[in-house]
């Protein structure tokens, strides 16, 4: 009985009252938070190329904390079509016509999207990064490890459907 509770209290936090906020309230944040931010309708990079997303959110933990992005679509359908156009290029978490994607801790996206039986897809991890010893050579790494870790993400996701 308490298993099943504790899976019915996931579903509810990503369902239709829960939403980002629910999905924050899950999320054990750091001590050293300042304070936790949620901002509706983010128009944060990792969610912008989402034309069919009909929310869009991000909470951050301030002074450069961990941070979980958020977006809701009307079907499946629509969410697939996104992702398979515009695949981010961090871990994500399908759940239903929702997906969240991960900038949290290491060891704390997993065990989340678990807990709200979501569908895990990460094959970022491993991938190598990419250095420079100037700042316009760290941007171009940055450009291009994102680059590569959104085929890797898009790679995935046409496995899955």
């Known amino acids: 009985m308490v298993i099943v509770a504790a899976v019915l209290v996931g579903r509810a936090a ?30 944060s990079p990792v969610l912008r ?19 979980i992005f ?17 695949p981010p290029a961090s871990g994500l978490c399908l759940v239903g016509a929702t997906v969240l994607i991960d900038g949290l801790d290491p060891g704390q996206f997993g065990p989340l999207c678990r807990e709200l039986e979501g569908h895990l897809v990460d094959e970022t991890v491993g991938l190598p990064e990419s250095g ?7 941007d171009r790494a940055i450009a291009r490890d994102n680059r590569r870790a959104s085929a890797a993400q898009g790679r995935a996701l046409r496995r899955l459907w």
Do not use: M, N
């Not at 899950?26 to 901002?39: A, F, N, Q, R, Y």
């Open 70 to 86: 958020y977006a809701s679509f009307d079907d499946e359908r629509a969410l697939r079509h996104d992702l398979l156009a515009a």
């Open 14 to 43: 990503i369902g239709p009252q829960g939403g980002i906020d629910g999905v924050r309230a899950l999320i054990e944040w750091p001590p050293g938070c300042k304070s936790v931010d949620t901002i509706h309708e983010s128009k």
């Open 49 to 67: 190329d989402w034309p069919h997303a009909v929310e869009r959110a991000s909470v951050h933990c301030t002074v450069a904390g961990p941070s």
């Open 132 to 138: 420079g010893a100037t700042f316009e050579e760290i």
